[in-house]
């Protein structure tokens, strides 16, 4: 006998949540009139979830593999209208030939679909190109009444990290949130001030500063402030009143099925001036896109140097052309962090940087094996020359005067 799984969607939030329950009594409608039991544990909902794509709806996702399992608990997958299961055409087929290998079969309810029927693939097609259509119709009307939003200058969704959302007559429009807008500024200046990404995401940290999307309904929590976040927040334009809309467009690959964001054609850009949003002034927003264009320039993909690894210092003598000021720029100025001559000899010495207790311990071990072969350790069963006496104490000195004495 047929044991049936349910599965169940809708859309989004402005959809019944009762439109789960409506296609979930219709499919054991249709059970009970052929006489197949519901496996009750294989019941699935996804709720306020799109039909495009599958790797954001769990229950799904969990119906598959229950399906593709060896062997399956159920035979037949009910869903309301095909519809539920997918609107992309191609991924409606693929798991139709799955189901199908495995011995599952899947009825559409409303749509008089059952696939152990001769017409059921072509019926399956059919209808799922016509949902496939739906959403693209869907698409472009949503995206063009977005653009009428963005030219009235208003909101066409979305968060930002010293702005927030109103509403008005005629929609919801963007007004500067001043105790983030603060941070934001401080994260400027700091910057301009020659402080680093990581130095910056360190100091907000530290001082527990709200950072964006402290709490979101989507993933895990995050942490804090990142260095991501710090550059993100640097490069964009809103701040210095510059908004521009649909720049980006979310297209979906063909491999994987996962959204990707694209550049779009600049001819497409709806580009506002908004002077009443501006958070940072145009003198500053260009100093810190000047100091990005030259740290990016030296140490980007394309530069000749090493990458300064979040250390990368400013000053107005900076030239990262000069390998001199280029050293001299990409790390810490620390005592003993470059070799240093000794006026009383002619050795020199250079500082041992501070590296993970794992990796310090095996540098000492290696350095015990470079001194017994150097023959100023002694080693078991191997006879040694007298070590030669030490050198007398030397004191060490540099550009800012002695540092430290050597014995």
């Known amino acids: 006998m047929n044991r049936c799984a349910i599965y169940a969607r809708f859309s989004s939030d402005l959809q019944r949540t009762t439109s789960l329950e409506d296609q979930i009594r219709n499919c054991r409608q249709f059970a009970a009139r052929m006489g197949w039991p ?4 294989h019941v699935y909902q996804d709720a ?3 039909g495009f794509g599958v790797e954001h709806r769990p229950a799904y996702q969990q119906l598959v593999a229950a399906a593709l399992s060896s062997p399956p608990p159920f035979t037949v997958v009910l869903v309301d209208d095909l519809s539920r299961l997918s609107r992309d055409l191609v991924e409606t087929l693929r798991l139709y030939r799955r189901l199908k290998q495995h011995g599952v079969e899947l009825v559409a309810v409303a749509d008089g679909i059952q696939s152990t029927n001769q017409m059921a693939k072509l ?8 949902n496939e259509l739906y959403l693209d119709d869907l698409r472009a009307k949503t995206h063009r009444g977005l653009t009428g939003r963005a030219l009235k200058g208003l909101s066409t969704g979305g968060r930002l990290f010293g702005y927030r959302t109103q509403p008005r007559a005629d ?19 700091m910057y301009a001030d020659g402080r680093s990404l990581k130095a910056i995401a360190m100091q907000l940290n530290t001082e527990q500063i709200p950072f964006p999307a402290k709490a979101t309904r989507r993933g895990p929590t995050r942490l804090g402030w990142a260095v991501s976040t710090i550059h993100t927040i640097l490069r964009n334009e809103k701040y210095a009143g510059r908004w521009v809309w649909n720049k980006t467009m979310f297209v979906k690959d063909a491999e994987t099925g996962k959204r990707t964001a694209v550049a779009g054609p600049e001819d497409d850009w709806v580009i506002e001036e908004c002077p009443d949003l501006v958070i940072v002034d145009a003198d500053l927003w260009r100093r810190i896109q000047d100091r990005l264009q030259v740290v990016h320039s030296a140490y980007g993909v394309a530069g000749s140097h090493r990458r300064p690894r979040g250390q990368a210092l400013w000053g107005p003598d900076h030239d990262p052309n000069e390998p001199a000021q280029e050293e001299r720029h990409r790390l810490p100025l620390l005592p003993l962090s470059v070799l240093l001559p000794c006026h009383e000899g002619a050795r020199g010495v250079r500082e041992r940087h501070v590296h993970p207790p794992g990796r310090a311990r095996r540098q000492a071990a290696g350095a015990v094996q ?4 150097s023959g100023n350790a002694r080693v078991p069963g191997h006879d040694h020359e007298p070590a030669a006496p030490r050198a007398p104490a030397c004191r060490i ?4 005067g002695p540092v430290s004495s050597i014995p």
């Open 48 to 50: 306020a979830l799109s």
């Open 370 to 373: 470079d001194r017994a072969h």
């Open 123 to 130: 019926q399956i097609t059919i209808k799922g190109l016509v």
């Open 38 to 41: 519901v496996v009750e544990e």
């Open 397 to 400: 000195t540099s550009s800012v």
């Open 171 to 189: 929609g919801v429009e963007w007004v500067i949130d001043e105790p983030e807008a603060r941070i934001v500024r401080r994260i400027f200046q």
